[in-house]
Structure formats: structure tokens, C-alpha cells
């Protein structure tokens, strides 16, 4: 009745704030049909910068673009094709968010070292890993590239070793011990146009996605000046008392080769002819925690019909009981079969740390 308790108001209402928010989420992510695929050529502090293809947009262009949430932690690293929504313009300023990573063809990947069950991607969609080492000052780690093409093998890259600084030591001795390998080798000294060494590395590069590796001092970052003139990465130097070099390259970078002679340039028509090279810094060492023995020895087909046949569950390969030695003395490897195992085992030991690498 009028007069008689107390008045109301709205301090009076007590609502329990539901736990799951007032808006109900969903599963449901928008599937970006309108999405700009472009690759990406570098990383700097979570900015991406891609290049995209000429299209109904527009010409050729870079677009620097960000991350969409909705990837989580997935790696976006150089070499990736990644679909974009936003600005992708390109115009100074703007901003793109990367949405969705194509699916890959290949990736490179590493660990911290040999006991980190953590594996970090390196490069994506490569076809082609070249090995850099030099010959002399400093002196060439075997150790390191075994690992190295353990990893190209693994990562299902072809390999390529380009040996610098010829003119200080002969590499033929060095060679000896990969050619049961069959690894192709270009040999370079003076990197200038025209010069045999850097025309036949060119040849090796045209038409592929190549990733260099090597580590520091090797002379990378002079042969990638060499083969882009105008890419303008740091040059280093050796340290005269530990024969190491400084790190100049502090990260991956995607650059394109510049057309052949008497090639037409295909520039804005996806990747030309000529191909692309990327850059990554020099390594100190390359973890394989990740690699399984059986995905070398598909890379040695004489030897892996005997893995099967012969060796018994669980083999390492490298052990008393391994099939394989019965299988390379009765003939079925080749005439080059001894020297193979021989290599193919040295690789599947570049798996285990030792002082030095």
C-alpha cells in the first residue's frame, strides 16, 4: 500500500553475471574466401613483409602484414604462402593480417641442440639447401655440414655444397669424402661477374627456392652480394685467434635472383625463372632432436630394400646386429656399396653432439 515499506529502485537488482561472458562465442571461423596470397620474404619484429603477385588489385607489390590471432602459435617464417585479408594495398603505412599459411611443399627445421624436443622452423617451401663452407680462414667443420645435409635430407631438400675461398686451399681432398655421397659441389674464389665459380653456382640456382646455410665467416653473405647485387648485406670478418666469424645476417631473408643472361625477366608473374635465394644467419650448430634414421636412409634407395629386409625391429643402423653389412657384402648396393653404408652411417652419428661442431 502506498505509504507503508520502503521504495525500490534499481539498486535493488541483483543479476548474477553469467561465467561465460554475455555473448556466446563460436567455434566458427570466417573461412577468408577473399584473401591476397602473397609469400613472405621477411621477418623484423613481428611484422611480416610479403610479396604479392600481380592480380586483379593490381601490379606486383609488397604488403607488410601482421598476425591474426586466430593462427596461434603457428610459425610464420620466410618462404611461406600466406593468405591476407585487410590492406593489402601495399601503400606506405598500411597494414595487412596474415589469416591462413598455405600448405607447405617442405620445411626446414632445427632444434636447439640434440637433446631439445622443441623444433623451430627455419625456412618454408625451399627446394634446394645450399651448404656454404669455406676451404681456409676458417678452416672447414665436416661435422657441420654432415648435419647440415642430414637436415636437407630430412627436410626432403635437395643439397648442394659451395665451397669459397679456393684460392687459399684445394678442395679436392675435402671432396674425397662426400663423393660416395653424390652431393653436388661448386667450387668458388674470386666471386666476380663472369667468373667460372659464381656462373656455374648460378646455373645451380636458376629456376629453384634455394636456402643458404653455413656458418659464420664463410664468405655467405659475399656470395649472396655477389649473386644480388643490389641486396647490401653486412660483411664480416674472421677473428684471428678463434678462426671464427662475427655475425653479420641477424635474420632470414627471401631475395630474387636476377635474371640469366639472354633471359627475359618475368618480374610480377610469381617467381621467375631465375629463382630465389634466401639468406639465414650463420649458424654455430644445428640440433637434429627431430630426425628419425629411417627418413635418411630413404635418401640411399641401394640401402634401404636391406633396412627392410634385413635388419631387425628397432634397428639403429649403426649397430653389431644391422642387416645392412650382409646386405652390402653380397652385392645388392653396388659396386660403391661399402663406401655408402660408410657415409650413410657417419651422417646418422653427425646426429649425436660431439666437442667441436
Not at 32 to 40: C, E, F, I, K, S
Request: proline share 7%; net charge negative.
Amino acid at each position: 500500500m502506498p505509504g507503508r515499506g520502503r521504495v525500490y529502485d534499481e539498486r535493488d537488482v541483483r543479476v548474477r553475471p553469467s561465467r561465460r561472458g554475455t555473448r556466446p562465442r563460436t567455434k566458427e571461423r570466417p573461412a577468408h574466401d577473399d584473401a591476397v596470397v602473397g609469400m613472405v620474404t621477411a621477418v623484423d619484429r613481428g611484422r611480416w613483409t610479403t610479396l604479392v603477385p600481380a592480380d586483379a588489385a593490381g601490379p606486383e607489390r609488397v604488403v607488410i602484414a601482421m598476425r591474426a590471432r586466430e593462427l596461434g602459435r603457428s610459425p610464420v617464417v620466410v618462404g611461406d604462402e600466406v593468405g591476407m585479408v585487410g590492406d593489402t594495398s601495399g601503400v606506405e603505412g598500411s597494414l595487412a593480417r596474415i589469416v591462413r599459411i598455405q600448405e607447405r611443399r617442405t620445411l626446414l627445421r632445427r632444434t636447439a641442440d640434440d637433446t631439445d624436443p622443441f623444433e623451430r622452423a627455419i625456412v618454408a617451401n625451399a627446394d634446394q639447401l645450399v651448404v656454404v663452407s669455406a676451404l681456409a680462414n676458417p678452416e672447414p667443420r665436416p661435422r657441420l655440414i654432415d648435419r647440415c645435409l642430414v637436415a636437407a635430407y630430412d627436410a626432403g631438400l635437395d643439397p648442394l655444397l659451395v665451397l669459397t675461398k679456393s684460392d687459399l686451399a684445394s678442395g679436392e681432398d675435402f671432396l674425397a669424402q662426400y663423393a660416395p655421397l653424390d652431393v653436388p659441389h661448386v667450387t668458388t674464389a674470386v666471386l666476380e661477374p663472369g667468373s667460372e665459380g659464381l656462373a656455374a653456382l648460378q646455373e645451380r640456382l636458376a629456376g629453384r627456392m634455394s636456402v643458404l646455410v653455413g656458418h659464420s665467416g664463410v664468405g655467405k653473405s659475399t656470395l649472396v652480394n655477389a649473386l644480388v647485387p643490389d641486396a647490401g648485406r653486412a660483411i664480416g670478418h674472421v677473428n684471428d685467434v678463434t678462426g671464427r666469424g662475427r655475425h653479420t645476417s641477424t635474420s632470414a631473408v627471401g631475395l630474387r635472383l636476377p635474371p640469366l643472361d639472354g633471359e627475359d625477366d618475368a618480374e610480377g608473374e610469381g617467381i621467375p625463372s631465375s629463382g630465389w635465394i634466401i639468406d639465414t644467419p650463420g649458424i654455430r650448430s644445428f640440433g637434429l632432436a627431430h630426425v628419425e634414421p629411417d627418413r635418411i636412409i630413404g635418401h640411399f634407395p641401394e640401402l634401404s630394400q636391406g633396412a627392410e629386409e634385413g635388419c631387425p625391429r628397432g634397428c639403429t643402423h649403426d649397430e653389431p646386429d644391422c642387416g645392412l653389412d650382409e646386405w652390402v657384402e653380397q652385392g645388392h648396393a653396388g659396386p660403391n656399396g661399402e663406401q655408402r653404408l660408410d657415409s650413410f652411417r657417419r651422417l646418422l652419428r653427425a646426429r649425436t653432439p660431439q666437442t667441436g661442431d
